[in-house]
Nanobody
Framework: QVQLVESGGGLVQPGGSLRLSCAAS????????VGWYRRAPGKQRELVAT???????NYAGSVKGRFTISRDNAKNTVYLQMNNLQPEDTAVYSC??????????????WGQGTQVTVSS
């Protein structure tokens, strides 16, 4: 079993910043691709950014240049630095990770999510 715990959400004014964290724990042999997703009220979940085990990154067009995803492999933690936040960034942000367990079986897990609200 792999547990993903997100933190760092909250209320911020437009133009402000937040840093989200996604900490993975459990019997992890290898943490592969980790992604941040978000779901705004009344909308479908969308990909925000991903980072591979080698550090390669991918961003949704709407956040490119404002958000930065990074990872600390020693801590099995992935971060999402969000700058210049706008009201349309308001959503529940969740992380997803896949990789291999200590048993070398594949896993794909989701966290519970953290609320980000951008409002004046």
């Amino acid at each position: 079993q792999v547990q993903l715990v997100e933190s760092g959400g909250g209320l911020v004014q437009p133009g402000g910043s937040l840093r989200l964290s996604c900490a993975a724990s459990g019997s992890i042999f290898m943490l592969d691709v980790v992604g941040w997703y978000r779901r705004a009220p009344g909308k479908q979940r969308e990909l925000v950014a991903t980072v591979s085990s080698s550090g390669g990154t991918n961003y949704a067009g709407s956040v490119k240049g404002r958000f930065t995803i990074s990872r600390d492999n020693a801590k099995n933690t992935v971060y999402l630095q969000m700058n210049n936040l706008q009201p349309e960034d308001t959503a529940v942000y969740s992380c997803n990770a896949d990789g291999l367990l200590g048993t070398r079986r594949y896993f794909d897990s989701w966290g519970q999510g953290t609320q980000v609200t951008v409002s004046s």
